[in-house]
């Protein structure tokens, strides 16, 4: 019941950003909004994802100690692999490499949370 009403929370979250990504860059790509609507419609996707932020606080909450203790590991070895990564590449920028949209940040930590995951579950199985 724990893990279905997570995804359940979780799953109409992204389906609420997805609609509002679409509707965000069709409105923005239409040409006819006004200069200071563009930085609201802009912005508009980051209201359903304060919602899966949320879904994904409740799901930590809902967690036993030894889950929520696998998924602080998990996430500070996120952290700290993000932090590594993107200074490296900050400082790289610096010699000629080229800029990297800060949208490529969140993925990054995604996939160090994973494998983050999977390492503190091996530590602990």
Known sequence: MMKHRYLWELGISLGAYA???VASLYLLADGRT??????VLSLLPMIPALAICW????????MD???????????GLAFAATAIATFSYGFLENVGFPR????????LMAGFWIIG???SRRRYA
Request: aromatic share 8%; glycine share 6%; hydrophobic share 55%.
């Open 117 to 119: 995951g999977i390492v």
């Open 19 to 21: 609609v509002a990504l």
């Open 65 to 75: 100690e030894l889950q929520r203790k696998m998924q602080f590991e998990a996430l």
């Open 34 to 39: 006004g200069a200071s609507l563009r930085p």
């Open 55 to 62: 879904a994904v606080v409740r799901q930590l909450r809902r």
């Open 100 to 107: 990297i949209s800060m949208f490529a940040v969140w993925p």
